[in-house]
């Protein structure tokens, strides 16, 4: 079956350092990738999305690119701020309208 | 407008009740979900339904019923809670199935059973 795995946390940074999140799939075929962001108190919110290999989603400053052939999909961020704190959760959908999601990454900025 | 709502946000309840969870979307989607949130943030698929049709049912216990009376509405009936089924709750919805869709999200259900 499907999985994705994802960078253990907690990872902490301070603002403006440099953000990478790694994100690893199985799947069987081609499947469409995302990332969700969960701000505290808050369901999860699409941050961005590829569905082909070599495509790059990004949105708010974060970007990932679609990897085939590492099957990757690392999510980056040149500088992060405080309000960038949240649970980073990578997630592919392969056809089976099933979702599988990663374990969540909790990011912590501090000024 | 919240494009997936869901009621209540906080519910808490002791053992052997029952409950129900109810949400709505208005973004015209197909497909919708019902998702649990442990406390260590794990996700886990629950049901989803499209067009009203359950599609997905996951290894759930039967305690758990989902009932969608049309596509814009899914909601989660719990008999005879157990501590166990303390968790936050997430309804979801997806343009249409199994089509590489994101999903939106409701904010949450918080259930404790004390």
């Known amino acids: 079956g499907n999985s994705v795995t994802q960078m253990e946390g907690p990872v902490t940074l301070s603002e403006e350092a440099f953000l990478t999140i790694n994100c690893t799939y199985t799947?069987?075929?081609?499947?469409?990738l995302f990332w969700y962001v969960q701000y505290p108190g808050e369901g999860l919110q699409l941050l961005l999305k590829?569905?082909?290999?070599?495509d790059k989603g990004s949105n708010k400053g974060f970007e990932a690119t679609y990897r085939k052939e590492t099957t990757s999909f690392h999510l980056e961020k040149g500088s992060v701020q405080v309000s960038d704190s949240a649970v980073y959760f990578c997630a592919l959908e392969g056809g089976a309208g099933k979702s599988t999601f990663g374990d969540g990454t909790t990011l912590t900025v501090k000024p | 407008d919240t494009a997936v709502s869901q009621t209540p946000k906080y519910l808490v309840t002791q053992m052997g009740n029952d409950k129900s969870i109810k949400c709505e979307q208005n973004?015209?989607?197909?497909?919708m979900y019902w998702y649990k949130q442990d406390s260590k943030k794990f996700l886990k698929i629950m049901f989803s339904y499209n067009n009203k049709e359950l599609i997905i049912n996951e290894t759930v216990p039967n305690r758990f019923s989902p009932k969608s009376p049309d596509k814009a509405h899914l909601n989660l009936h719990i008999n005879s809670l157990e501590l166990g089924d303390s968790a936050v709750y997430f309804c979801?919805?997806?343009?249409?199935f199994g089509q590489g869709n994101s999903l939106a999200f409701g904010s949450g259900t918080r259930l404790t059973v004390v």
């Open positions: 799947a069987t075929g081609y499947p469409s």
């Open positions: 973004l015209g989607h197909d497909t």
């Open positions: 590829a569905t082909k290999a070599d």
């Open positions: 979801a919805s997806s343009l249409a």
